[in-house]
C-alpha cells in the first residue's frame, strides 16, 4: 500500500499563494495518477487538479484552471500544487489521492482504483 502525506496549507490572504506537497511512501511513486481534491466546510469534496503517471498529461477544474498549477517530482516521490492568487472561495481541506488506474483524470476517482487518500491540509484564505 501507499502512503499519502500532505503539507503546506496555512492562513493567507486573498491573493497571496501557498505551495502544497503531498509526499508518498510504501510503493512505486510512478505506478500512480496524482489528484488533488478539496472539501469546504458543509460541503462535497471536490476534484481540483489531476497529473498522470510521467506527467505529461495535467487535468483542473474550472474554477482553478489559470491559477492552479499542479506538477510531479517521481524520484522525490512527492506531488505538487502550486496555488496562486487565492480566493476566500479556495478555503478548504485539501487532500491528495493515489490512483492505480487513472480515474482521478478524469475528476471522479473510483473508490476501488484509489489506493490512498492523504490526510487533508487545511487552506484558508481571508479577505
Known amino acids: 500500500q501507499v502512503q499519502l502525506v500532505e503539507s503546506g496549507g496555512g492562513l493567507v490572504q486573498a491573493g497571496g499563494s501557498l505551495r502544497l506537497s503531498c509526499a508518498a511512501s510504501g510503493r512505486t511513486f510512478s505506478a500512480y495518477a496524482m489528484g488533488w481534491f478539496r472539501q469546504a466546510p458543509g460541503k462535497e469534496r471536490e476534484f481540483v487538479a489531476a497529473?498522470?503517471?510521467?506527467?505529461?498529461?495535467?487535468y483542473y477544474a474550472d474554477s482553478v484552471k489559470g491559477r492552479f498549477t499542479i506538477s510531479r517530482d517521481n524520484a522525490k516521490n512527492t506531488v505538487y500544487l502550486q496555488m496562486n492568487s487565492l480566493k476566500p472561495e479556495d478555503t478548504a481541506a485539501y487532500y491528495c489521492?493515489?490512483?492505480?488506474?487513472?480515474?482521478?483524470?478524469?475528476?471522479?476517482?473510483?473508490?476501488?482504483?484509489?489506493?490512498?487518500w492523504g490526510q487533508g491540509t487545511l487552506v484558508t484564505v481571508s479577505s
Open positions: 497529473i498522470s503517471w510521467t506527467g505529461i498529461r495535467k
Open positions: 489521492a493515489a490512483d492505480r488506474e487513472g480515474t482521478v483524470l478524469n475528476g471522479t476517482p473510483r473508490s476501488d482504483a484509489v489506493d490512498a
